[in-house]
Each structure stands twice: as structure tokens, then as C-alpha cells.
């Protein structure tokens, strides 16, 4: 069984166009999460959401909506594709995220390639 | 901000030889540090892990060292074999943060057989 799974695999659009990354988790987890990977391979945190509040909004154009429906999922919405916007992204969860002085293991999903032409 | 440096960028050892990425944090509110291994068209996947007030762990041929005086921690993998070749990252969560990872650049590891 996939624990953090996301489609589309791979995701070729043009610019301007609107497009959206689905990302499930069947772990029971509270905490999910979107990162960014570039293509220098550096892996940038996006936004986090613990049981569908927001947590964490890393200044990130507000052309990226994240929306979770409920605690095991957390899609991202993205506006008006720019060609910069070409990278792979992650969606990860983990038991929880804690403001306390906590440990939560994050899981990764397989990434979702986005490529603007 | 909070940063975490990576060290080297690639690693090219021989099957058998021992390998060693060091990372360095900057945040002295990082309690807990990942390393994950991502394989080619893959999600990084955790391979171990070490908590603020342990200095060292060990699982099989992999092992964490953290001094969190000098803010360094290290991945070691001994007895290295081809399928270890990847790129390896370290990350420093940030509990106080929302859990946030920050991220090292990351390490090509190439095992040659």
C-alpha cells in the first residue's frame, strides 16, 4: 500500500494555464505538506496544514493555493503557470507537527514533475 | 534565517570504502535531524534520524553523529555498495516552526563497483 501518493506523475502545461497537484495520505496522519524541489535538486518547504489548518506559508506567490478537504488530503492549486514554476514538487505528512519541543517524522510522496513550456 | 549547509555537493568512493556527509545548522532551535536518501525519480526517503540530546546512532552500516555545541552533524556509511549510490540529504526541524525541515543542498553519492 502507497502511504503519501500524489498525481499526476508528471504534469507538462503551458503558461498561463491553471493546474492542480492531488496529494492522499493513508498513514492517519494530522500533518501534511508541499515542498519544492528545483533543479539543482534543493528541496524548499511550500506550505504545511495540520487537520486542514493552515501552519506554515512559506512566501509563496499567492498563484499557489494549497486546499485540504479533510486531514488526509492537501492539494495544490496553482494560477496562471510561469515557466519558473517548472520543478517537482512533494507532498509529505507526518503524525503531527508539535510547537512544542516534538519529533514527527516526515513520509514523502514519489513528486509530481511540472514542466511550463 | 535558518540554514543548513551541506557538504560535499559529490562523492565518488569504491565499493567497500566508507562515506562521510557533514551538515552545519544555524537555528539553535533545530531539535531533531533527518537524513534522507532519494533514489532517481524518486521521493527522499528517511534513512535515519537523530534527536538533539543524543550525540550518536548507529543502524547497520549507516550512522548519525551530532555536536550540537558546534552545531555539526554527520552521515557515515561504511562498507558502501552500489546501491547506495543516490543524493543524500540532511534537514534540521524547526519545532518551534511548524515542524518546518529545512533542507541541506544535498550530496550525489556514486559507488563504483
Known amino acids: 500500500d502507497t502511504a503519501v501518493s500524489q498525481t499526476p506523475k508528471y504534469l507538462v502545461t503551458q503558461m498561463g494555464n491553471d493546474k492542480s497537484i492531488k496529494c492522499e495520505q493513508n498513514l492517519g496522519h494530522d500533518t501534511m505538506y508541499w515542498y519544492k524541489q528545483d533543479s539543482k535538486k534543493f528541496l524548499k518547504i511550500m506550505f504545511s496544514?495540520?487537520?486542514?489548518?493552515?501552519?506554515i506559508n512559506e512566501t509563496v506567490p499567492n498563484r499557489f493555493s494549497p486546499k485540504s478537504p479533510d486531514k488526509a488530503h492537501l492539494n495544490l492549486h496553482i494560477n496562471s503557470l510561469e515557466l519558473g514554476d517548472s520543478a517537482v514538487y512533494f507532498c509529505?505528512?507526518?503524525?503531527?507537527?508539535?510547537?512544542?519541543?516534538?519529533?514527527?517524522?516526515?513520509?514523502f510522496g514519489p513528486g509530481t514533475r511540472l514542466t511550463v513550456l | 534565517g535558518e540554514n543548513v549547509e551541506q557538504h560535499p555537493s559529490t562523492l565518488s568512493v569504491q565499493e567497500g570504502d566508507s562515506a562521510v556527509i557533514k551538515c552545519t545548522y544555524s537555528?539553535?532551535?533545530?531539535?531533531?535531524f533527518p537524513w534522507y536518501k532519494q533514489e532517481l525519480g524518486k521521493g527522499p526517503q528517511l534513512i535515519i534520524d537523530i534527536r538533539s540530546n543524543v550525540g550518536e546512532k548507529k543502524d547497520q552500516r549507516i550512522a548519525v553523529t551530532l555536536n550540537k555545541t558546534a552545531k555539526h552533524f554527520s552521515l557515515h556509511i561504511t562498507e558502501t555498495q552500489p546501491e547506495d549510490s543516490a543524493v543524500y540529504f540532511c534537514?534540521?526541524?524547526?519545532?518551534?516552526?511548524?515542524?518546518?525541515?529545512?533542507f541541506g543542498q544535498g550530496t550525489e553519492l556514486s559507488v563504483k563497483p
Open positions: 537555528d539553535s532551535a533545530s531539535n531533531y
Open positions: 509529505a505528512s507526518s503524525q503531527d507537527f508539535q510547537g512544542t519541543a516534538s519529533y514527527n517524522e516526515q513520509f
Open positions: 534537514a534540521a526541524h524547526l519545532y518551534n516552526q511548524g515542524g518546518k525541515l529545512i
Open positions: 496544514y495540520n487537520n486542514k489548518e493552515l501552519i
